[in-house]
């Protein structure tokens, strides 16, 4: 159905969806089902467009190395890139 490549085409938007079918740009593009449906967004594509609200002012400072660490944290990765790393 098409929200199945909606998400398949890397949340492609229903219009673009609707041009590759009608110029034939993807092989084995099929959609089962009504093409003129109405596309909710997903999940995926709500987080994607959400807006970060504004970090409250810092009040105090930090007066000592190390006091505060920000970190990013990521992991275990299993999808191969090209190249097989």
Not at 35 to 52: F, I, T
Not at 58 to 70: C, F, N, W
Request: charged share 30%; glycine share 10%; hydrophobic share 40%.
């Amino acid at each position: 159905d098409i929200r199945t490549w909606h998400r398949r085409l890397g949340h492609v938007g229903l219009t673009r969806i609707r041009l590759m079918i009608a110029k034939d740009l993807v092989d084995g593009l099929q959609v089962i089902g009504p093409v003129n449906e109405v596309l909710e967004k997903c999940d995926s594509c709500k987080l994607g467009q959400a807006r970060r609200h504004p970090f409250d002012a810092v009040t105090a400072r930090e007066s000592r190395r190390l006091e505060r660490v920000h970190v990013d944290l990521t992991g275990p990765m299993r999808v191969r890139a090209v190249g097989g790393y």
